[in-house]
């Protein structure tokens, strides 16, 4: 396996307050990575440094063996996908629109985006007809679904995803939840997805990393930090 994120003793400082503690972490390449934690443990922080929207004041973040302040931002942008919990569509670009923004960024032909389109819309079962519909046409779910495809459309080398599900109800969930398992199973693409729900973060992880109050607790695969939790926080978490 090679690595493709690393977290080099990284902190990061938030008025006076050290919110992530000389994080050391290591994301490998095709790996469903989970980030829990209770709310304020740093998990979005941790994230939002792979895209570069949070920049660390010690250590240094890698993707691809490059230190993340060495990318140019617009190229590094492009290799990573990113799903939000607010559903992110432009409201006033029809779905085909939203999904195809970051292929026409990169060039893509008519034709070639069109077919991506129609392909991707076809993965998570919305027929042609979503292609021309605004966002607001569609349930929240739906949106989500769109916002999956929007983040995936030009193949990132990472999709990261900060608490994408947490906004819906438990059906939409549960089937948002297989789609990226899908996703991952048939693509093969690397994701990182934060989450303050242990059972999702057992669901989908193939390893999960547990902080608390910006430390690292503990890293490993859902099995081993059942079996064996770190100390007596992961333990209840898990229950
Ligand atoms: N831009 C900012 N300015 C000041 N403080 C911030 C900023 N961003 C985050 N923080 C603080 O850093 C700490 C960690 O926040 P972060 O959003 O990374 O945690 P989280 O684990 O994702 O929490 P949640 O689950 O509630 O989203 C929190 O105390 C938060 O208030």
Request: charged share 30%; glycine share 6%.
């Amino acid at each position: 396996m090679t690595d493709i994120i690393k977290f080099d003793k990284v902190s990061k400082i938030f008025e006076g307050k050290k919110v992530i503690d000389s994080l050391d972490l290591t994301i490998e390449k095709g790996e469903f990575f989970v980030i829990v934690g209770p709310s304020g443990s740093g998990k979005t922080s941790t994230l939002k440094m792979i895209n570069a929207l949070v920049a660390p004041d010690e250590g240094d973040v890698y993707f691809e063996n490059k230190r993340i302040i060495d990318y140019d931002l617009k190229k590094l942008r492009l290799k990573v996908g990113y799903v939000l919990q607010q559903i992110a569509l432009f409201p006033n670009l029809n779905i085909q629109q939203n999904i195809e923004l970051i292929p026409e960024i990169l060039g893509w032909s008519k034709d070639k985006r069109q077919a991506r389109s129609l392909e991707l819309l076809e993965k998570v079962k919305l027929d042609a007809t979503y292609l021309k519909r605004l966002p607001s046409e569609l349930s929240g779910g739906e949106q989500q679904r769109v916002g999956i495809l929007r983040a995936i459309a030009a193949d990132p080398d990472v999709i990261i995803m900060d608490e994408p599900f947490s906004a819906l109800d438990p059906i939409s969930r549960n089937n948002l939840q297989e789609l990226v398992l899908d996703i991952h199973e048939n693509l093969g693409t690397t994701i990182v997805f934060v989450t303050h729900d242990m059972k999702e973060a057992q669901r989908l992880g193939d390893r999960i990393a547990v902080m608390q109050e910006g430390k690292l607790l503990q890293c490993a695969s859902p099995d081993e930090i059942r079996e064996h939790p770190a100390n007596d926080f992961v333990k209840s978490f898990f229950e």
